[in-house]
């Protein structure tokens, strides 16, 4: 059971928009911790893929977008495609057991 | 060009070590934190470790706490991890990650480069 909670799939067609939603608490997300969000391919290491929030690496899409509000964070891709099918996952820190992720989630494209 | 290469692990039974270690180049070693993070197969990702970037910090997870020891060399751009007393729940594929920070404790740091990872496998 992860400290910060994912949905575990989300799915969506082709130029569609989907979010990934990611729940914290008082001593990580809420306690102003920054949201870091990672892309998983299928059989590859994480990539990171948005940083303290809603900051994008460089050579990541625009269509990638990230937020966050009191205890939650959220990932939003818009203009969905076939090879954003990935698992994503969220991180953060928490002053009580340091650096937590969130279960993953896995997004389908259909 | 970032690279950060993963090596030592393999199969050990319940109660064994294994030593893990981890090669960087492409960026200052010494001027950032570095981490170990495991997925288990199919599952997902748990921060194991992390070291400052001058040793002066170390952190663990509560699992792993007494039982592995994290260090660095920065002589060497290298990361270890020294894992004793494994236990079945300890089997995974292991991860050396690059923080963006310098510290590791009571801070936002998130991990920016990653390598393939080194098969832990913990089995009689």
């Known amino acids: 059971q992860s400290v910060l909670t994912q949905p575990p799939s989300v799915s969506g067609a082709p130029g569609q928009r989907v979010t990934i939603s990611c729940t914290g608490s008082?001593?990580?997300?809420?306690?102003?911790?920054?949201v870091h969000w990672y892309q998983q391919l299928p059989g590859t290491a994480p990539k990171l893929l948005i940083y303290d929030n809603n900051n994008r690496p460089s050579g990541v899409p625009d269509r990638f977008s990230g937020s966050k509000s009191g205890t939650s964070a959220s990932l939003a891709i818009t203009g969905l495609q076939a090879e954003d099918e990935a698992d994503y996952y969220c991180?953060?820190?928490?002053?009580?057991?340091?650096?937590?992720f969130g279960g993953g989630t896995k997004l389908t494209v259909l | 060009e970032v690279q950060v290469v993963e090596s030592g692990g393999g199969l050990v039974q319940p109660g064994g070590s294994l030593r893990l270690s981890c090669g960087v180049s492409g960026f200052r070693f010494e001027d950032y934190a570095m981490h170990w993070v495991r997925q288990t197969p199919g599952k997902g990702l748990e921060w194991v470790s992390g070291?400052?970037?001058?040793?002066?910090?170390?952190a663990y997870a509560d699992s792993v706490k007494g039982r592995f020891t994290i260090s660095r060399d920065n002589a060497k751009n290298s990361l270890y991890l020294q894992m004793n007393s494994l236990r079945v729940g300890d089997m995974a594929l292991y991860y050396c990650?690059?923080?963006?920070?310098?510290?590791?404790?009571?801070?936002?740091?998130?991990?920016?480069?990653w390598g393939q990872g080194t098969l832990v496998t913990v089995s009689s």
């Open positions: 990650a690059k923080g963006s920070r310098i510290g590791v404790t009571d801070t936002s740091y998130h991990f920016d480069y």
């Open positions: 070291v400052s970037w001058n040793s002066g910090r170390f």
């Open positions: 991180q953060s820190y928490d002053s009580l057991t340091g650096s937590v």
């Open positions: 008082s001593s990580n997300i809420g306690a102003g911790y920054d």
